[in-house]
């Protein structure tokens, strides 16, 4: 019996089946990082200001981190990856762990769960930068991660104390950002 012409019901492996799959993968990154926060809010001249006293500071930086999470974890992956480029190996071992980000937190859309329990986004968010950063030392560019971590870290702490949090919008609950 010959099939010639009809459109098969199931996917067969081929080139049809390659593009396919990286179609549904580019999808997936765009849907994925589209869960972030615009930058556009992130970076909105008028939201800057200085806080007035250290507890402001610290109520800022405790919203900001929470609202911006994602964003604050591309940035700290971005200025992490422009410190290795003339470290191949590190460079491998990164683009490995960023595969694992990739699956593991920035394009998830249920909740991850491991023997039946349901594993919360900041657990999922600590425990892959703390393995990237193992992962990363045992390679021979410790120096090149350390000063990167921490430069990233200062970006996310200058933004973060800087930024309002009163036009922060919660789609989840419908209205805005409480500070405290």
Sequence with gaps: MT???TIPTSSSPGPSSNTDILSRAKER???????RRPWKLMFNIRSFNFPGNLSEAISRVRSNVAYFRMNYAIIVLSILFLSLLWHPISLIVFVAMMAAWLVLYFL?????V???RTIDDRVVLILLGVLTIVFLLLTDATPNIL???LIGA???????SFRRTDDLYDEES???VSSS
Excluded: M, Q, T
Aim: neutral net charge; without cysteine.
């Design 108 to 112: 998830r859309d249920e909740p991850l």
């Design 154 to 160: 200062a970006v996310v702490l200058v933004h973060a």
């Design 29 to 35: 990154i765009k849907e994925g990082l589209g869960h």
């Design 174 to 176: 419908g209205g805005l």
């Design 114 to 116: 491991v023997f039946r």
């Design 147 to 149: 000063w990167s971590l």
């Design 3 to 5: 099939n010639y012409g």
